[in-house]
């Protein structure tokens, strides 16, 4: 296929990933942002291995291992009985796979960095709000203020699960908002409190999930960096602001006691950043001459950790239909039928096991401790879960 002239509208890790990819293609691209400066949002994460192979397939694989901690594996308490709910061991993979945790400034950095020198065009302060097709088929961006950019051969949605372009989708996506989320923080590492290699979470039933992990470096020269987290409903978090810290701090330190000195480290509530999820998927991908990835095409709970995987994964697929396909309409087809037995697949698991982790059910965490647990441990089961966490489940030799 011809170069094309691409707009892709966000600047979080799909975007920034679609726009080293596409411009290394020969494509013209343009992205574009709504802050002053870009930046990164948010706090750590998870690379599984699908994830990491797309960032070697883009040669910054390596880059962001230097900065980010080894994961070995995924381990869950019960807070009161101290049982063990969760193991994942990665190691059951063979190869010396492993995940990879990193600080969302991390994987910013590299992949901006890269963009940069792409010869890609970046455009801050533009908040993309509508396209308009009035001047023919192709896309015209349409920005705060009136402002208008285009036309385009292509428009890459990567502005997230609340984008105002997902009207422009072949089908609509039914969302649905969970009660639960989680407030987050970047704390300094406190060497020794912790297993440096290890996401460990405690649980009192499914109301209260309480994590650790560590992320290692936003930057080089940086010092190690922790994300604890803690499970909350959105509608509760006024509430939460309003009571003060020592109550909660009291409350943490009684159900982990070993958190104590980890969150002596915040003094005000606003350290601690809310995240609200909530469950859609495009049952297409696309629309006339418009592509959506990552969380603009599907999103949900990060119970299995793969939001930035999946992301990547999808700008590996569309890359790829677009070097293979004769014209756009074929490519983007051929896009959306790469990914959607995986993204349906992971969406559908993670659906199911959220509840298990995050709920007001007194059942469902019984279940998960006396019966999932105890499976977790018999060696193919261990080695199921593992696959399912490292992302490769479903996915297509091609991706």
């Not at 970046?122 to 015209?140: H, L, N, W």
């Not at 405690?202 to 940086?222: C, H, N, T």
């Not at 793969?306 to 074929?330: E, F, I, K, Y």
């Not at 959306?336 to 059910?361: E, K, N, V, W």
Request: with cysteine; hydrophobic share 45%.
């Amino acid at each position: 296929m011809k170069p094309l002239d691409i707009a892709i509208a966000g600047l979080g890790p799909a975007g920034l990933a679609a726009a080293l990819a596409l411009a290394r293609s020969g494509h013209r691209v343009r992205l574009f942002d709504q802050f002053d400066e870009p930046r990164p949002v948010g706090s750590g994460l998870m690379m599984q291995p699908a994830g990491l192979a797309v960032l070697d397939w883009l040669g910054l694989g390596e880059a962001l291992r230097r900065l980010g901690a080894p994961i070995d594996r995924l381990f869950g308490r019960e807070a009161h009985s101290g049982r063990i709910v969760l193991d994942v061991r990665y190691e059951t993979l063979g190869n010396g796979r492993c995940g990879l945790a990193v600080h969302r400034a991390a994987l910013f950095n590299v992949l901006f960095d890269k963009v940069k020198a792409s010869g890609a065009a970046v455009e801050t302060k533009v908040k993309i709000a509508a396209i308009d097709r009035m001047s023919g088929r192709r896309p015209v961006l349409v920005a705060g203020g009136g402002r208008r950019f285009g036309p385009f051969d292509l428009v890459i949605d990567a502005l997230g699960s609340r984008s105002p372009l997902m009207d422009e989708a072949a089908a609509p996506a039914a969302r649905r908002s969970l009660a639960y989320g989680a407030l987050w923080t970047t704390l300094p590492w406190i060497a020794g409190a912790f297993d440096a290699r290890v996401l460990e979470q405690r649980y009192e039933r499914a109301s209260v999930m309480i994590g650790v992990l560590p992320v290692g470096r936003r930057f080089s020269g940086d010092s190690a960096q922790t994300t604890f987290f803690w499970s909350l409903k959105a509608e509760n978090h006024a509430r939460w602001k309003a009571q003060g810290l020592g109550p909660w701090r009291d409350q943490v330190t009684r159900l982990w006691p070993e958190t104590e000195t980890l969150i002596a480290q915040i003094d005000d509530p606003d350290q601690m950043v809310l995240a609200a999820y909530g469950h859609h998927t495009l049952p297409l991908p696309f629309g006339d001459r418009v592509a959506f990835i990552g969380d603009s095409a599907h999103s949900t709970s990060p119970q299995l950790g793969q939001g930035a995987n999946m992301a990547l994964l999808d700008v590996r697929a569309l890359c790829g239909a677009l070097d293979q396909a004769s014209d756009l309409d074929q490519a983007l087809a051929f896009y959306a039928r790469q990914r959607r037995f995986h993204i349906r697949l992971y969406q559908l698991m993670s659906s199911m096991f959220t509840p298990f982790y995050q709920s007001d059910s007194h059942v469902l965490p019984l279940f998960r401790d006396w019966l999932v647990a105890p499976a977790s441990r018999v060696p193919l089961v261990a080695r199921a879960l593992a696959r399912i966490v490292s992302g490769d489940i479903g996915l297509g030799r091609d991706v």
